[in-house]
């Protein structure tokens, strides 16, 4: 059974800086595309940045820049940088795994695994 744990969800000022964290289990956490979702309270959750299993990144134009994402294999992890964070980054942040490798999709419905998500607060 596949688990996804975020962490490093907080509440920061606008222009700080976070790191999410997403540990992965329950398959060969390499041979999977991983992604960043998020969703702001009123809101439908969003695509924010993904990563495949050859390390290709994609991001949404609002944190083109700003957010790097990456993963550690050895660990079973996937990482989420934030930087210059904004108030409207605020949200609930989710780690999601596709049942494809080289999956760059930004749709929701294509990842088949979720975490329980994280809350990042940006406060102006």
């Known amino acids: 059974q596949v688990q996804l744990v975020e962490s490093g969800g907080g509440l920061v000022q606008a222009g700080g800086s976070l790191r999410l964290s997403c540990a992965a289990s329950?398959?060969?956490?390499?041979?999977?595309?991983m992604a960043w979702f998020r969703q702001a309270p009123g809101k439908e959750r969003e695509f924010v940045a993904t990563?495949?299993?050859?390390?290709?990144?994609y991001y949404a134009d609002s944190v083109k820049g700003r957010f790097t994402i990456s993963r550690d294999n050895a660990k079973n992890t996937v990482y989420l940088q934030m930087n210059s964070l904004k108030p409207e980054d605020t949200a609930v942040y989710y780690c999601a795994q596709s049942t494809s490798g080289t999956s760059s999709s930004r749709v929701a419905t294509d990842y088949t695994y979720w975490g329980k998500g994280t809350q990042v607060t940006v406060s102006s």
């Open positions: 990563i495949t299993w050859g390390r290709l990144t």
């Open positions: 329950g398959r060969t956490f390499s041979r999977y595309a």
